[in-house]
C-alpha cells in the first residue's frame, strides 16, 4: 500500500518523481526488450523436447528481459545474480535456490511459478515487470530437471549415449522410504544409495550395493552406490524379503533367503539406463499388490507422457501396460486393499483409478490444482485420498467418484501421503515443513519432507528430508527417537540421451 500524502504539493512532487522514474526505467525496459525480444523468439522455437537446455541458449535469454533489473551482479536483490549459472548454482547466502535434477525442491522455479513467496517478478510496482510466461516456466522446469546444464556441458550430447553428470557431495537427499512388513526395519533411498535401519535400535543394518557399479563409475567417489541416480522410489513386498528400488529407467530387486534378519542382495534388474524400451524415465513410484504378486511401476520424463506398467513378481516379466495413464509423470500409486484396482497420481494434476484385470479407466479425480503427488486408499476401500502440491488433501469416494472433502492447511506441497493402519487418520509430508501424524505436528524437523511412511501396525512414523536426515517417530511420542544423517557421497543424475 502506498501511503496518502496529505497535502497537493507533496502529491505533485510525489508524481514528478515517479514519473520521471518510471520514464527512465521505462526506456531501459524498451531498450532491453528490443535488443532481446527477437533472439529469445527464434530460439524459443528451436527447442525440441528431447534436447538438453542450457542456460546460456534458453534461459538466460528470459532473465536478460525479465529479471536481470533486479537481479544483477550490481543490483541484485534479495543477493540473487542471475547472470550466469555458476551464481545461480551458488545461491544466496541463507540458501540455495536450485537443487539440479529437482526443479520442486528449487526456488528458483517455484518463486516463478508463484508456488512459494515471493512470486517474480514482483507483482504490484511502479513498473510493472513481465511475467514469465508458462511456456518460459517450462522451460525453467525442464532446464532445472535436466540438471541445470551450461554451454560446457553440451559436448556430452554430441555421442549417443547416457552420460552422467555427478551433483555436489551437499546433494543427499531423501526421495523415498519404505517400511518391513513386519514393522522392524526401515529402507531410505538417499540419494544413490540405499540404507537399512532397526525402527527400535535407529542402527544400520546394511547398506544395499550392486556390485556392477563398483568401479564402473568415476563420478562416484565412493562405490557404494545402489544406483547410478537418485533413488526415487522403494517397496517392500507384502509378501517376502523382497525390496523394490526405482531409478532412472530401472527397477532392482534386492532379496533376503534369510527368515530372520534381512540381508538383502541384488536378484536382478529390470531395465537399463541406456535403453528407455523397459522403463521410459525415473521410476517416480512403485506398489505392492496386497498379495505380493504384482509391481505396478509409474515414471515418466519431463513433460511427456506419463508411463504404468504391471509386473509379475516371480518372472519379471510386463504382465499389462496401461495405455496412456496420464499426460505427465506419475508421482504416486497405490493398489485397492482387495488388490482389484489400482489409483494413480499425477503431475497433470489429475488422480485417477483403473481396473487391475480390465486396465480400464474406472474413475478421474479433478480438482487439484497443481501437481499431483500421492494418493492412498482407507482400509476399507471406500475412500480414496489424493496430496497435492497445491497444499491441499482430497477425499474422494471410490464409488460416487465424488469429492467428499478438502483439508487445507499446509503453505507448500504435500509430498507423500498415507492412511494409518486401519484408521481414518492421515500422514502427510510437506516441504512446508511439517510431518503431520492426524491433528499431531511432529517435532525436530526444519527442512523440506519429501517422504514420509508409517508401519503397518501404525506405530511408527519415518520422514526423509532434503538434506539427507531419516527421523523416525515411535508413537504416542511427538519427539524423534532417532535421527539418522548422512555421509556425503556425490550422487549422478542422467542426462537424456537422443
Ligand atoms: C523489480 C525487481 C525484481 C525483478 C524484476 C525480479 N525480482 Fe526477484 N527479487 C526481487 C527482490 C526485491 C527480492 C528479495 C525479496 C525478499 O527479500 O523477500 C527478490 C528475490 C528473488 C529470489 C529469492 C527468493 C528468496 O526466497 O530469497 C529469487 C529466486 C528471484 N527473486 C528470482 C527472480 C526471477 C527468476 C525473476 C525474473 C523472472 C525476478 N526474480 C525478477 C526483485 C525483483
Same mark, same amino acid.
Given at each position: 500500500m502506498k501511503k496518502c500524502p496529505d497535502n497537493l504539493f507533496e502529491q505533485v512532487q510525489e508524481f514528478c518523481q515517479q514519473l520521471t522514474s518510471f520514464i527512465a526505467l521505462a526506456l531501459i525496459f524498451v531498450f532491453v526488450f528490443i535488443s532481446f525480444a527477437t533472439a529469445q523468439k527464434s530460439k524459443l522455437l528451436e527447442i525440441e523436447r528431447n534436447k538438453p537446455l542450457h542456460f546460456e541458449k534458453n534461459i538466460l535469454p528470459i532473465f536478460q528481459t525479465k529479471?536481470?533489473?533486479?537481479? *544483477?551482479? *550490481? +543490483?541484485? +536483490?534479495?543477493?540473487? $545474480? +542471475?547472470? !550466469?549459472r555458476e551464481t545461480i548454482l551458488a545461491g544466496t547466502p541463507q540458501s540455495l535456490i536450485v537443487t539440479p535434477g529437482n526443479s520442486d525442491a528449487s526456488k528458483l522455479f517455484r518463486v516463478v511459478a508463484h %508456488?512459494?513467496?515471493?512470486?517474480?517478478?514482483?507483482?504490484? !510496482?511502479? #513498473?510493472q515487470p513481465t511475467s514469465m510466461t508458462s511456456e518460459e516456466i517450462k522451460l525453467l522446469k525442464t532446464w532445472i530437471d535436466q540438471?541445470?546444464?551450461?554451454?560446457? !556441458?553440451? /559436448? +556430452?550430447?554430441?555421442?549417443s549415449q547416457v552420460k552422467w553428470k555427478s551433483l555436489p557431495a551437499t546433494v543427499t537427499p531423501i526421495y523415498s522410504a519404505a517400511i518391513t512388513p513386519d514393522s522392524q526395519y526401515v529402507a531410505c533411498g538417499r540419494s544413490n544409495q540405499i540404507f537399512l535401519y532397526h525402527l527400535i535400535s535407529g542402527q544400520i543394518v546394511q547398506r544395499l550395493v550392486d556390485p556392477n557399479l563398483v568401479n564402473q563409475n568415476?563420478? @562416484?567417489?565412493?562405490?557404494?552406490?545402489? @544406483?547410478?541416480?537418485?533413488?526415487?522410489s522403494l517397496a517392500f513386498s507384502p509378501k517376502e524379503n523382497l525390496l523394490i528400488s526405482g531409478g532412472y529407467r530401472t527397477i532392482k530387486f534386492w532379496r533376503s533367503n534369510e527368515q530372520e534378519k534381512p540381508n538383502l542382495a541384488l536378484d536382478r534388474v529390470i531395465? !537399463?539406463?541406456?535403453?528407455?524400451?523397459? #522403463?521410459?524415465?525415473? $521410476?517416480t513410484a512403485l506398489a505392492f499388490s496386497p498379495d505380493g504378486k504384482l509391481l505396478a511401476t509409474g515414471s515418466g520424463e519431463s513433460s511427456r507422457a506419463g508411463e504404468l506398467k504391471i509386473w509379475n513378481i516371480e518372472n519379471a516379466k510386463l504382465v499389462k501396460e496401461i495405455s496412456d495413464p496420464h499426460s505427465d509423470t506419475i508421482m504416486g500409486l497405490e493398489f485397492s486393499p482387495d488388490g482389484k484396482f489400482l489409483a494413480t497420481a499425477s503431475t497433470d494434476r489429475l488422480a485417477k483409478i483403473f481396473d487391475? *484385470?480390465? /486396465?480400464? %479407466?474406472?474413475h478421474l479425480y479433478e480438482g487439484h490444482s497443481h501437481h499431483v503427488l500421492d494418493v492412498t486408499w482407507k482400509a476399507d476401500g471406500k475412500v480414496l485420498a489424493s496430496s497435492g502440491a497445491d497444499g491441499v488433501i482430497k477425499l474422494w469416494d471410490t464409488e460416487t467418484g465424488e469429492q467428499k472433502e478438502t483439508i487445507e492447511g499446509y503453505e507448500k506441497e504435500i509430498t507423500s501421503l498415507s492412511f494409518i493402519g486401519k484408521t481414518d487418520q492421515l500422514l502427510a509430508s510437506s516441504g512446508d515443513p511439517t510431518v503431520r501424524r492426524g491433528q499431531q505436528r511432529l517435532r525436530g524437523i526444519s527442512n523440506f519432507i519429501h517422504t514420509s511412511v508409517v508401519s503397518a501396525d501404525g506405530k511408527t512414523v519415518v520422514a526423509g528430508d532434503q538434506d539427507g536426515r531419516l527421523f523416525i517417530w515411535h508413537t504416542p511420542d511427538i519427539m524423534p527417537v532417532h535421527i539418522l544423517r548422512p555421509t556425503a557421497v556425490p550422487p549422478t543424475i542422467p542426462l537424456s540421451s537422443r
Open positions: 529479471c536481470l533489473a533486479c537481479h *544483477s551482479k *550490481s +543490483l541484485a +536483490l534479495g543477493n540473487v $545474480v +542471475l547472470e !550466469n %508456488l512459494d513467496e515471493p512470486f517474480m517478478p514482483p507483482p504490484g !510496482n511502479d #513498473i540438471g541445470a546444464l551450461g554451454a560446457d !556441458n553440451d /559436448s +556430452l550430447f554430441t555421442q568415476k563420478f @562416484h567417489a565412493e562405490s557404494k552406490t545402489a @544406483h547410478h541416480d537418485l533413488v526415487y531395465g !537399463n539406463v541406456e535403453d528407455p524400451s523397459k #522403463i521410459i524415465g525415473r $521410476v487391475v *484385470s480390465t /486396465s480400464q %479407466l474406472v
